[in-house]
């Protein structure tokens, strides 16, 4: 089953799911549920944002990348290094295809009345995209720093830049996540 083949039973608890967090069921300060269509709207709005944000980045980067291959100093890249650029680059490639992937989802499903299905296709798209443009960075300073720091300090120093994208951009929001749900469960007790 791809991304776009949602069953309708896992859309539906999808929205149930979301229609709890976003909504805020339950709290004294909460405002009226959100009709289910207004909801899809504002989370298609939101993954349009964010789709803005990463694709800039990564065509910047991937744009980049592209450009060294033509550089005279490339052709002086030993193996592992030539083997590092092109991991950067595939992933780089492949980051760009996930990140721009849920504009043509749309266009090719709009009108369809499948904007449920579109916005969680989306939104998986975009965390494959993030974790591909984590290894794209991860690889071009890795590439950058085997130039620059001597040893294997440079493998240390990505291990670190990793480790920190790893904490900022997955272990933290599914920390936050948990911690929404937990507060939703002893609201609903």
Known sequence: MTMTEQPAESAEKESACCARHDDHVGRPDA??????????????????QETRVTQTG???LFGFLLSVAFTPLFRE???PDKVIYVMTVVFGASATGALIAPVSIHRFLSGQ?????????????????????????????????RFVVPGVLAEVLVGGVMLWFALC??????????KAARRAEREQA
């Open 31 to 48: 405002e009226p549920p959100e009709p289910a269509r207004e909801r899809v709207n504002r989370r298609w709005n939101e993954v349009l």
């Open 169 to 178: 951009w997955y272990v933290l929001p599914l920390l936050l996540r948990r």
């Open 77 to 79: 890249l030993e193996t």
């Open 113 to 145: 009345r499948m904007k449920d299905e579109v916005v969680a296709a989306a939104g998986r798209l975009m965390v494959c995209g993030m974790v591909l443009l984590a290894l794209t960075i991860g690889c071009t300073l890795l590439l950058i720093l």
């Open 58 to 60: 990564v065509q910047i």
